[in-house]
Antibody
C-alpha cells in the first residue's frame, strides 16, 4: 500500500520560500511508471496542479506555466521522498498543499495535506 | 476560476442515482480520454474514484461510473448511500504536461 507523508511549516512570511517534503512508502520515487506531484487547494483557486518529478531513464521536472518562474520540485532518492519549493510567496499562495502519486494520467494516492498560510 | 465547469451542487435520495457533469474544451476533456474523478470528504484528501474516463480503481464500488461525450464528462453514482455525501471534482489532462480541475460539486444525500 502506497503512503505519502507530508512535512513542512504551516506558516510562511510574504516574499519568503515555501518548502514542503513528501516521504514515500510502498513505492519508489525512482519508479519508471509513476510521477510525483504537488497539487494545492484553496477556496479562491480550487484545485490546482503545480508540478511533478518523474524518472524515465533520466529525471524530468515539469511545472504549471503560471508558476514556472517560482517553483522547484526535486526528488531525493536517498530518502525516497520529493520536495516542493515555491519562492516569493504572497497571501495568494495560502492553500492546502497535497503531494500525490500520478499514474494513468490521474492521481491515485495523496498525502494528508498541509495548510500553508502566507502571513507576516 | 476553475478550467472545468461543474454544477455547484447535486442531490438524491438513498438508493437513487445522480449524475454530475464536467464541461471543458477540445483542449482538455474533449481532446484526451484522461478524465478522472475525485471524492473528497470534509477535512480529507481527495480520493480517486474514476480514471481514464470510465475505469474504476481497485476497491471503488461499481456504483461509481464515468462517461464522456464530446467536451463533457459525467460521473454517475447509483444506489446512493449516506457515505457518498461528499464533494466531487473532475480533472483532465490538458496536454503539455498540464492537468486541470473542475470547481467541485457538493453531493447531498437527502
Amino acid at each position: 500500500q502506497v503512503q505519502l507523508q507530508q512535512s513542512g511549516p504551516g506558516l510562511v512570511k510574504p516574499s519568503q520560500t515555501l518548502s514542503l517534503t513528501c516521504a514515500i512508502s510502498g513505492d519508489s520515487v525512482s519508479s519508471d511508471s509513476a510521477g510525483w506531484n504537488w497539487i494545492r487547494q484553496s477556496p479562491s483557486r480550487g484545485l490546482e496542479w503545480l508540478g511533478r518529478t518523474l524518472f524515465r531513464s533520466k529525471w524530468f521536472n515539469e511545472y504549471a506555466v503560471s508558476l514556472r518562474s517560482r517553483i522547484t520540485v526535486n526528488p531525493d532518492t536517498s530518502k525516497n521522498q520529493f520536495s516542493l519549493q515555491l519562492n516569493s510567496v504572497t497571501p495568494e499562495d495560502t492553500a492546502v498543499y497535497y503531494c500525490a502519486r500520478g499514474g494513468n494520467y490521474s492521481f491515485d494516492y495523496w498525502g494528508q495535506g498541509t495548510l500553508v498560510t502566507v502571513s507576516s | 476560476q476553475s478550467a472545468l465547469t461543474q454544477p455547484p451542487s447535486a442531490s438524491g435520495s438513498p438508493g437513487q442515482s445522480v449524475t454530475i457533469s464536467c464541461t471543458g474544451t477540445s483542449s482538455d476533456v474533449g481532446g484526451y480520454n484522461y478524465v478522472s474523478w475525485y471524492q473528497q470528504h470534509p477535512g480529507k484528501a481527495p480520493k480517486l474514484v474514476i480514471y481514464g474516463v470510465s475505469k474504476r480503481p481497485s476497491g471503488v464500488p461499481d456504483r461509481f461510473s464515468g462517461s464522456k461525450s464530446g467536451n463533457t464528462a459525467s460521473l454517475t453514482v447509483s444506489g446512493l448511500q449516506a457515505e457518498d455525501e461528499a464533494d466531487y471534482y473532475c480533472s483532465s489532462y490538458a496536454g503539455g504536461n498540464n492537468w486541470v480541475f473542475g470547481g467541485g460539486t457538493k453531493l447531498t444525500v437527502l
